[in-house]
């Protein structure tokens, strides 16, 4: 019912900046919430941001001033700006989606139905 497409991902050194997409196929009733998400090996997936349809958002502590979520629903596409990027921040990043997640379930990973393949970004010291 919906499909998730992720790009922008890189490698770029601290500091800098990537600007992530994620390109949604299918009825825009299912994508009313979007997530950023982010894993890196041997850990659990982080929520980094979410954008629901009225324009709120909410992030993860770690990007807090430094991360944007943004969307443009004419484009059906949902972008995530980083800025100031560190080693940390590297990680393979996912966008989310789903119909509704209540504001205080935003960085549950299992109150998203539907994932992207994912986008790696690598930041270098």
């Known amino acids: 019912q919906l499909q998730l497409e992720e790009s922008g991902g890189g490698s770029v050194q601290s500091g800098g900046s990537l600007r992530l997409s994620c390109v949604v196929n299918?009825?825009?009733?299912?994508?009313?919430?979007m997530g950023w998400w982010r894993q890196v090996p041997g850990k659990e997936r982080e929520g980094v941001a979410y954008?629901?349809?009225?324009?709120?958002?909410g992030y993860g502590d770690s990007v807090k001033g430094r991360f944007t979520i943004s969307r443009d629903n004419a484009l059906n596409t949902v972008y995530l700006q980083m800025d100031s990027l560190t080693p940390e921040d590297t990680a393979m990043y996912y966008c989310a989606a789903d119909a509704w997640v209540a504001p205080s379930r935003w960085a549950d990973v299992s109150a998203y139905m539907y994932w992207g393949q994912g986008t790696q970004v690598t930041v270098s010291s």
């Open positions: 299918g009825h825009s009733y299912y994508s009313a919430v």
């Open positions: 954008i629901d349809s009225a324009g709120d958002t």
